[in-house]
């Protein structure tokens, strides 16, 4: 004996409007800078016997209460938490270098610090994406800016981050045309972020920017292999 149909219509679910929200609870509505030097620690499949670290550059308050740890990781400002690549790197937790006690999730003062500053700085939704927060770069991030498949490479320093509205994060880096002072700070005309300008940008570590500068052919011959399958991709290569 089968069921009776309920009289109440059927509720239509929109899954791009149901998508677009869940994905406006996890936008980044507030940035706070690591100044204490805490790492994101992370593996790789091919040295399964050790572990690696990197310097945090930032943390971040989602719209949902998340609060996540940010590093400048190949094409953007990545949480750490989704690096789960065996070959590039997977995420295991974040590390303190004075205790070296690895923690699972960012630690509880970084969270404080962000829900205060968020409900101080709480801004009014506008139709328009505008600027929320700028911060400097306090690791030497080096961004490698790719235009054309049959240009060079630009190597470009990072000066700092800006958050927008819509908790995207772009790269400041500077026109060398407009240079009026040094040092540069964010807020100087001569910043513009990299995505306005560059086809592709990566972003490197100061130690592997300098690589780069002094021409080590294995790591040109790493960047030729990350690089060149995407300036093809577009059908321009």
């Not at 590390?95 to 610090?113: F, G, N, Q, V, Y």
Request: overall charge negative; aromatic content about 8%.
């Amino acid at each position: 004996m089968g069921m009776s149909l309920s009289p109440r219509p059927a509720r239509v679910i929109d899954l791009a409007t149901m998508r677009h929200k869940l994905q406006a609870r996890r936008r980044l509505v507030r940035l706070s800078p690591e100044l204490d030097g805490l790492e994101m620690v992370y593996s790789l499949a091919s040295e399964p016997d050790a572990l690696f670290g990197m310097p945090l550059l930032a943390w971040g308050l989602r719209e949902d209460g998340e609060v996540v740890g940010l590093v400048p990781w190949m094409e953007t400002l990545t949480p750490c938490h989704q690096l789960d690549d065996p070959e590039h790197g997977r995420f295991v937790g974040y590390r303190d270098p004075e205790t070296e006690e690895l923690l699972i999730s960012p630690p509880p003062h970084k969270a404080c610090e962000l829900e205060h500053a968020a409900a101080y700085f709480d801004y009014e939704e506008t139709a328009e994406v505008t600027l929320i927060q700028q911060l400097p770069d306090s690791q030497g991030t080096h961004a490698l800016c790719v235009d054309e498949p049959d240009q060079p490479w630009q190597l470009k320093q990072v000066f700092g981050w800006r958050l927008y509205s819509d908790g995207n994060v772009e790269a400041l880096l500077a026109d060398e045309s407009r240079i009026e002072s040094t040092p540069i700070l964010p807020g100087d005309a001569c910043l513009y972020p990299g995505r306005s300008r560059h086809h592709m940008v990566y972003f490197f570590q100061r130690s592997v920017a300098n690589r780069i500068r002094e021409q080590d052919p294995g790591t040109l011959e790493a960047l030729a292999l990350m690089v060149a399958p995407d300036t093809s991709s577009d059908g321009r290569g």
